[in-house]
């Protein structure tokens, strides 16, 4: 990637361009790549901000979603951001559900992609197999309509998050506390615009759970990507673009 990771006072992340903010918020095993071509679209036109978000160095007792939203309270408040529009996929989408609901006045739209909240058909709570390079392979390509979106190089970088001991216990403990925190009985009291951006093939979070979102969310708007899985901004950048520029502009961002 071509973007510059800064550090400062504990918090990695990746800040390009000028103009209002969008805040990008990672998957689970989600990293900085995901969002290469979303950064690159709108960098130009927008303040693009990618923070890492923690997964992996939290206490296994704080580690869940809960504490992600208070993290990304955190770097916000640091950062003085106002008036954010908040991008999230899968786990992201579901920490930016959280702290859409605590801090409703620092956003002022959600993008949402395969985001857990309500549903999600993730790992079961365990890796069987995960000495077995073949079982890794199977549930990274899980993830994507096409699986040659699944690199030899994704495929490892999830092996190796898989069997290193430390990682692989908050990686069950966030997955965990994803699953437990439904926001079935909250999304209503989200008043703000939405936009599902949603893979028509998704397996994770499927169809069914982009409608729930859209039945439930006051003011929202779904839209499908064709022979597209559960990371929409990785499988179609070019297609999620389109219809995020779309959203963008309707709400005069």
């Known amino acids: 990637m071509g973007f510059v990771l800064k550090e400062e006072r504990g918090f990695s992340y990746i800040d390009e361009g000028e103009g ?6 990672h998957g689970l095993m989600g990293g900085l790549s995901n969002w290469e071509e979303v950064i690159e679209a709108f960098k130009d036109k927008y303040r693009v901000i990618l923070p890492m978000l923690p997964v992996y160095d939290l206490p296994v007792i704080t580690t869940g979603v809960k504490t992600l939203s208070k993290y990304v309270h955190k770097f916000i408040k640091y950062k003085k951001l106002e008036n954010v529009i908040l991008l999230g996929n899968s786990l992201g989408g579901h920490v930016g559900l959280i702290y859409a609901l605590a801090h409703p006045e ?5 993008v949402l992609s395969g985001s857990s909240g309500l549903y999600e058909n993730a ?15 199977e549930k990274v390509e899980y993830t994507f309509y096409d699986p040659k979106i699944a690199t030899p190089e994704l495929i490892d970088e999830v092996y190796k998050l898989v069997n290193d001991r430390h990682s692989v216990i908050r990686l069950l403990a966030m997955a965990k506390s994803a699953i437990r925190h439904n926001m079935k009985k909250d999304l209503h009291k989200i008043h703000m615009p939405v936009a599902l951006i949603w893979g028509k093939n998704d397996k994770i979070t499927p169809p069914e759970v982009a409608e729930e979102f859209h039945q439930l969310l006051p003011d929202s708007e779904l839209h499908w990507i064709d022979k597209c899985g559960h990371a929409a901004m990785m499988e179609h950048p070019q297609e999620f673009n389109r219809l995020l520029k779309g959203f963008l502009q309707k709400i005069g961002a």
């Open 106 to 110: 620092k956003l002022r739209a959600l």
């Open 20 to 25: 209002e903010v969008l805040l990008l918020l």
């Open 123 to 137: 790992f079961g709570g365990s890796f069987p197999r995960r000495e077995s390079m073949e079982f890794v392979k």
